[in-house]
Every structure is written in C-alpha cells, then in structure tokens.
Nanobody, 114 residues
C-alpha cells in the first residue's frame, strides 16, 4: 500500500491549510485513514481520523478547527485545517489501516508563523 501525501507549507496564524493523502495498492478495504503530527523531539500524535463509515475523531487541540473528510471511492482523505495556531507546527503523517496492516505515508511539513 502506498500513501501519497501533499499540501504542507507555511501559513500565518489564523490562516487555513488543506492536506491530502491518497492510498493505492491495497488488496483489502481501507478501514480508516488518519493524520498524525510530530513535533521535534516529541512522539507522533493523532490529529484526526475518519473511518470508511464516516466516523471521525479529533485531538482535543484541533477539535472545532480541523475537519477531516474522505472519498471512499478514491481512498483519499483531506483534512481542512482552519484557525491555524503556532502549536499546529510539525511534520504531518498520513496513516491508512486495512484488515491486514497499517501503513504510513511520507511526512509533510506544516509551519504556522505567529
């Protein structure tokens, strides 16, 4: 399974940014797709997740500001990140889970300037 992530970059505090991640090559149904954030020297933490049934989950720090959506036909997940804060800065990683395993995409850097 390959994950192609895109959409990172530099944004000012209060601005918006949209990430995208497309999964391909899975023999099994993608059950969920999610985005994680890793700050320097810290562990990788869940930011937002969506299942194939549309159930979503968000980190407390982004709830109300981030919205994640998924195109099941294309196995593509798109988090819309609004009201960006400097604490949102980090490397964002896409993750996909199917019945057999979980897979990670390459990270994309998001920098929020104050």
């Amino acid at each position: 399974v390959q994950l192609q992530a895109s959409g990172g970059g530099l944004v000012q505090a209060g601005g918006s940014l949209r990430l995208s991640c497309a999964a391909s090559g899975s023999r099994f149904t993608i059950l969920s797709m999610s985005w994680y954030r890793q700050r320097p020297g810290e562990q990788r933490d869940l930011v937002a997740q969506i299942t194939t049934y549309g159930t979503t989950d968000y980190a407390d720090s982004v709830r109300g500001r981030f919205t994640i959506s998924k195109d099941n036909a294309r196995d593509t997940v798109t988090p819309q990140m609004n009201g960006q804060k400097p604490d949102d800065t980090g490397v964002y990683y896409c993750r996909a889970q199917n019945y057999a395993n979980s897979y990670w995409g390459q990270g994309t850097l998001v920098t929020v300037s104050s």
